[in-house]
């Protein structure tokens, strides 16, 4: 078994309300660099998502022409010499009979073809760096490098030396806008030696490979276009206007009191390769620090000072935002680097991936991968981590906006190629919304149900009817698109997929490929999803889109299997095969399937599945090709948690493991991690007494049934997960367990009390101690038959049956209940094929005899109730008053409801609960009162003044007006929790709001009662001790969280039958006879408080025991 924190902690994330030490954590990984870079590394950046600056070792770019790059910054080739833009429209293939022209590049229109491909082109705003002795600062000139990237505050620290002397650079970027601010202090400034360089390259021409460009732009062009200074409106501040075809300004601002100043280094018109550079310097003293503001619009920037403020400041509130994954409790060997991979992916992801109302390219806002442009079918790769890690807002920023901006585009291009509506291209940009011709990017089809599962998303997110219209017209367009597109084959009578198509593995030959088996799948769910969304609005669901999605042809089949199928893919697609987003989807695909070992295997293949020292993902399994690849760290991001939340092994470590102590294990959880944690694959727990009225009150939730699952009793009433079947269930019990009709069979309850009374005369006659343990189970058992069954059992006669029913060696031995929770369906079968090896475990050698279990016995019973009540002439032995399950049979519940196995469901279920619960509570009474002899000499005499002759029976009124026993009581309901086990709700079409949380539908939440029994905030720094006192003074308070039997809709329908018998035993005890616990006896708190979790509170010790020694007290 492993250690409880050698691999849990590595699939256990803790996403919490700021407990965690984020910020130690995020410095743990600060990138850290101590050697010059070169061509070939990935440059540190600072930005927003919507403007980055990639910076060499200087903190700037000064030796290595890095780039900075904005969202809006585009620019167009000049047009190819005779060959007409417009003149290319395609190129033709057949299809179904028909010319479609599809965005091929086109053999007689090559030159436009490829300028189709490259333009626009993102552009490089302009490279800043530093000067020394007249001239661009070489490498050769710069030693002791160290630099580091604060990844909390997105700053970048840089430290070398030049000529001797120490340069600092400190390098941020504006949260806000598409600003960079520095701050470079030296002894070099002073002397007049270092200063600061603007230089403008121009983009060329764009026949170079996708890969290649890693500097964006040349300065071999100097004459292709123009800059100049602009006046300025402060001294303090200085204005760069570019013009390459694209127009913008870089705005300069330093602080007053710095004398700075801009100055051009050649003139105007020069052909220089220095023509566009220009140069800032200092006046006087050590330090330069400045703002560079990039933007279509010339203004005034804020200040350094005040753009580093906010830059902090947006920093913190990102990382402190959302979830977080905690592995500094892990010792596999895999976490740290697992840690740090999580780490650097966020910030990364924040600088490039988080632009408004666009997608980032595959390398970001580094380079040009291929030319600036996006990718369509990488849209899900690149933003649905943000829905995962709680950054809604990020999600939100970039769709539907996105989707929005291409539509038109794109509705009247499938309306060109004889579709309806939208189709979606593969490579674009929103500044035109084109297509970028290519054989894959023609034929591509997966990016064409995205906006579907993306809508989902939104939904979940903000489940509104703003958000339903909003995405309405993209989800209409798209599936009015996808159900044209899908063919009517008249042979199969099924709707085709292509040909032509290509595969989302882009190694289909598209003359050919039909019917891909992702794509299929991926159709048929975006079409049912178009109809769901319309459902949803209460608009008609078009037909063609039904008939479309349920005549859809089914995926390929090879010998009866899909073509990937299970673990074959393993021997053809090896780890040197897999590329891209390969990885991600494995991994999340392996924990759906339930296999975590696998999934965690591919999140921490490190040696195929490289990550740069700066944290950046590397394109292709084998490394070959340069970082960034920017789907990779958000695919790792997407991964990643739903791998840290796919297993259970912890709870299946503290449950079936450590028998049932999984409840006492996560307070301290909470402790380390904060009031809500994650604890399974779509479970949240929370702990916080002040939200329990929340989700346990009167609403109308659906729940997970962990704790049914665990004994095979789905059926019983408490195991309903659907609100409203709970509702018709509980209904079919009638007000059996009403005050009402409770007070009806009083009587009975003090007759079978009065015999447990003359058990304890008979036993402690000839001074042997009386087990009230024993006692305490007897008599409620005895009560709940008669009351269930109509029958009597003579529990208190059968000392060894009874004792049986509360041993919980059984437990200890296999921990087997708590397997139920894992394997519910297994569970029946697991008790009966091992009964006999527990009982001869045990001891029980004849398993016919002294020993029943819950299921003969329970069975047993119900079995007379319904031959009874099947047959009133039926004579039943024993039966003699009419049952609560005869009015269950009576109801209007379905026929299988009634049948033997559920039946005996709920006869297990409120048969237990009714003996063992209120014996577990009696015991604790009789427990703490012996050890608080104050307290019983206080009863005693509250006692004896309202029940003058104990030989009478009570006046059941007058005791529940007496204030020190209802304290008494209320104490020790407090301190024995009916159950340990966590309870749980399901709100499965609203999110829930707990904090700053927003819930995702469907998400379980669970609490704990124990969590709230033993508050310190509530009950005060004594809470785990017996003081009935508390009650007396603030009880009207405190009553909102004795939540013993939980609270509102679900509240256990047995608790006024519970305090009904607990008043009266302890009453009619302690107001008889004066007890004393057997010294020789060794009682502790092992044999009284609840320790193990079972369908009810199990002690330390297994079974429980109180012996006492008894002496009337009249």
């Known amino acids: 078994?492993?250690?409880?924190?050698?691999?849990?902690?590595?699939?256990?994330?803790?996403?919490?309300?700021?407990?965690?030490?984020?910020?130690?954590?995020?410095?743990?990984?600060?990138?850290?660099?101590?050697?010059?870079?070169?061509?070939?590394?990935?440059?540190?950046?600072?930005?927003?998502?919507?403007?980055?600056?990639?910076?060499?070792?200087?903190?700037?770019?000064?030796?290595?022409?890095?780039?900075?790059?904005?969202?809006?910054?585009?620019?167009?080739?000049?047009?190819?010499?005779?060959?007409?833009?417009?003149?290319?429209?395609?190129?033709?293939?057949?299809?179904?009979?028909?010319?479609?022209?599809?965005?091929?590049?086109?053999?007689?229109?090559?030159?436009?073809?490829?300028?189709?491909?490259?333009?626009?082109?993102?552009?490089?705003?302009?490279?800043?760096?530093?000067?020394?002795?007249?001239?661009?600062?070489?490498?050769?000139?710069?030693?002791?490098?160290?630099?580091?990237?604060?990844?909390?505050?997105?700053?970048?620290?840089?430290?070398?030396?030049?000529?001797?002397?120490?340069?600092?650079?400190?390098?941020?970027?504006?949260?806000?806008?598409?600003?960079?601010?520095?701050?470079?202090?030296?002894?070099?400034?002073?002397?007049?030696?270092?200063?600061?360089?603007?230089?403008?390259?121009?983009?060329?021409?764009?026949?170079?490979?996708?890969?290649?460009?890693?500097?964006?732009?040349?300065?071999?062009?100097?004459?292709?276009?123009?800059?100049?200074?602009?006046?300025?409106?402060?001294?303090?501040?200085?204005?760069?206007?570019?013009?390459?075809?694209?127009?913008?300004?870089?705005?300069?601002?330093?602080?007053?009191?710095?004398?700075?100043?801009?100055?051009?280094?050649?003139?105007?018109?020069?052909?220089?390769?220095?023509?566009?550079?220009?140069?800032?310097?200092?006046?006087?003293?050590?330090?330069?620090?400045?703002?560079?503001?990039?933007?279509?619009?010339?203004?005034?920037?804020?200040?350094?000072?005040?753009?580093?403020?906010?830059?902090?400041?947006g920093w913190k509130d990102y990382w402190n935002e959302g979830g977080f994954v905690d592995m500094t409790g892990s010792t596999n060997s895999n976490a740290t680097e697992l840690q740090r991979r999580i780490v650097a992916s966020q910030y990364h992801v924040r600088v490039n991936s988080a632009a408004d109302g666009e997608s980032p390219q595959e390398s970001g806002l580094m380079n040009n991968g291929w030319y600036g442009k996006f990718h369509m079918e990488m849209v899900v790769w690149h933003s649905t981590h943000w829905i995962s890690w709680g950054r809604d807002k990020c999600f939100h920023k970039i769709f539907p906006a996105l989707y929005e901006k291409l539509l038109p585009t794109w509705c009247a291009r499938a309306k060109k190629m004889g579709w309806k509506r939208a189709r979606w291209p593969k490579m674009t940009e929103t500044t035109t919304g084109r297509s970028s011709p290519g054989g894959i990017n023609a034929y591509l089809m997966w990016q064409q149900p995205h906006p579907m599962y993306l809508a989902i998303l939104a939904f979940k997110s903000q489940p509104t009817k703003k958000t339903l219209r909003r995405w309405d017209p993209i989800l209409e367009a798209t599936a009015d698109y996808m159900a044209s597109y899908a063919w009517l084959n008249e042979s199969s009578g099924k709707y085709d997929l292509g040909p032509p198509a290509i595969g989302v593995t882009q190694n289909t030959p598209p003359e050919i490929t039909l019917n891909l088996a992702y794509e299929v799948a991926y159709w048929r769910y975006g079409l049912d999803i178009a109809c769901e969304w319309k459902k949803k609005l209460g608009l008609p669901v078009p037909k063609h889109w039904t008939t479309v999605a349920k005549g859809l042809a089914k995926p390929p089949q090879i010998d009866s299997l899909y073509t990937v199928y299970n673990d074959k893919i393993w021997d053809v697609w090896t780890d040197q095969n897999i590329r891209g987003w390969g990885r991600p989807v494995l991994a999340i695909n392996s924990a759906r399937i339930g296999n975590p070992k696998r999934a965690i295997y591919h999140l921490t293949a490190y040696d195929y599945w490289k990550f740069d020292d700066a944290g950046f993902a590397i394109r292709g399994g084998d490394g070959n090709t340069p970082p960034p690849f920017m789907p990779r760290n958000a695919g790792f991001l997407l991964a990643s948690p739903r791998i840290c939340a796919a297993s259970r092994l912890y709870e299946f470590y503290w449950d079936s493991y450590q028998h049932g102590r999984f409840w006492a294990k996560l307070p301290e959880v909470h402790r380390q991690y904060g009031p809500i944690v994650r604890i399974g694959p779509n479970e949240l727990h929370i702990q916080d007494s002040q939200y329990f009225d929340t989700i346990f009150g009167f609403r109308p939730l659906n729940k997970e049934a962990m704790t049914a699952k665990e004994f095979g009793i789905s059926h019983a009433l408490f195991g309903v997960e659907d609100y409203k079947a709970y509702v018709k269930k509980r209904a079919a019990f009638g007000s059996a367990f009403s005050r009402t009709k409770l007070s009806k069979i009083q009587d009975q309850i003090i007759e079978e009390i009065q015999r447990g009374c003359t058990w304890i005369e008979d036993k402690s006659k000839n001074r042997a101690p009386v087990d009230l343990a024993f006692l305490f189970r007897a008599v409620p058992a005895e009560i709940i038959t008669k009351y269930l069954f109509g029958q009597e059992y003579g529990f208190l006669q059968d000392v060894q049956t009874t004792k049986n029913l509360y041993d919980k060696r059984m437990d200890r031995i296999f921990g087997f209940s708590h397997l139920g929770r894992f394997i519910p369906k297994e569970i029946p079968l697991f008790v009966s094929l091992f009964r006999q090896l527990i009982l001869r475990a045990l001891g029980y050698n004849d398993p016919g005899s002294a020993f029943l279990d819950y299921f003969l016995l329970a069975q047993k019973l119900v079995q007379k109730v319904v031959a009874r009540h099947n047959d009133p002439s039926h004579t039943c032995e024993g039966i003699t008053q009419h049952t609560v399950f005869d009015d269950f049979l009576d109801s209007p519940l379905p026929k299988e409801e009634k049948e033997k196995g559920p039946l005996t469901q709920q006869a297990i279920a409120i048969w237990s609960g009714g003996w063992d619960t209120v014996g577990f509570v009696l015991t604790m009474a009789a427990y703490q009162l012996l050890q608080n002899r104050d307290a019983e000499q206080r009863l005693y005499q509250e006692l004896k003044d309202a029940w003058k002759d104990p030989a009478e029976p009570p006046d059941i009124s007058a005791l529940e007006e007496l204030p020190y026993l209802n304290a008494i009581l209320k104490e020790t309901f407090r301190l024995s929790p009916g159950a340990l086990c966590r309870l749980s709700r399901v709100n499965p079409n609203r999110a829930e709001q707990y904090g700053n949380w927003k819930i995702p539908p469907g998400t379980i939440i669970s609490m704990s009662i124990p969590d709230v029994l033993s508050d310190e905030s509530i009950w005060g720094p004594d809470a785990a001790i017996f003081r009935p006192e508390r009650w007396l003074h603030d009880g009207a308070e405190l009553d909102r969280y004795l939540v013993t039997f939980s609270k509102g809709t679900r509240v256990c329908p047995g608790i006024e039958l519970a305090w009904i018998e607990t008043r009266l035993v302890v009453a009619s005890l302690f107001r008889r006879y004066e007890m004393t616990i057997a010294p020789e006896a060794g009682i502790s708190d092992d044999d009284i408080m609840p320790y193990y979790e079972g369908f009810t509170p199990v002690v330390k010790n297994w079974i429980s025991r109180l012996p006492v020694e008894v002496k009337s007290r009249d």
């Open 1 to 313: 078994m492993p250690s409880s924190k050698s691999l849990c902690w590595l699939l256990l994330p803790s996403l919490s309300l700021g407990a965690i030490d984020r910020k130690h954590i995020v410095a743990q990984n600060t990138i850290i660099r101590t050697e010059l870079i070169t061509k070939e590394t990935t440059p540190l950046q600072v930005g927003n998502g919507n403007f980055a600056f990639n910076v060499d070792t200087t903190g700037m770019q000064t030796y290595l022409p890095f780039n900075t790059m904005s969202r809006w910054a585009w620019h167009n080739d000049t047009e190819p010499d005779g060959e007409p833009i417009d003149a290319y429209s395609g190129v033709p293939r057949d299809t179904h009979g028909r010319n479609v022209y599809y965005d091929l590049p086109d053999p007689d229109l090559p030159h436009v073809s490829q300028w189709l491909i490259g333009n626009p082109n993102r552009i490089n705003l302009g490279r800043i760096g530093l000067r020394y002795n007249g001239d661009t600062l070489a490498s050769s000139s710069i030693f002791n490098t160290h630099q580091e990237l604060d990844l909390w505050q997105g700053i970048i620290t840089s430290s070398f030396n030049v000529d001797g002397k120490k340069v600092k650079v400190v390098t941020q970027g504006d949260f806000e806008s598409d600003a960079v601010v520095f701050d470079i202090q030296s002894q070099l400034i002073e002397a007049g030696k270092l200063s600061i360089e603007f230089d403008f390259p121009y983009p060329p021409i764009h026949t170079t490979k996708y890969k290649d460009e890693v500097f964006v732009g040349v300065y071999d062009f100097p004459t292709n276009h123009t800059t100049q200074l602009s006046a300025a409106s402060e001294q303090s501040a200085a204005h760069i206007y570019h013009d390459m075809g694209t127009k913008y300004y870089v705005n300069i601002r330093w602080p007053e009191k710095d004398r700075l100043a801009l100055r051009r280094l050649e003139p105007h018109a020069s052909t220089k390769r220095t023509a566009h550079r220009y140069i800032l310097s200092s006046r006087h003293g050590k330090a330069i620090s400045f703002t560079a503001h990039f933007s279509p619009e010339k203004r005034v920037p804020g200040l350094p000072s005040t753009i580093a403020r906010r830059n902090k400041a």
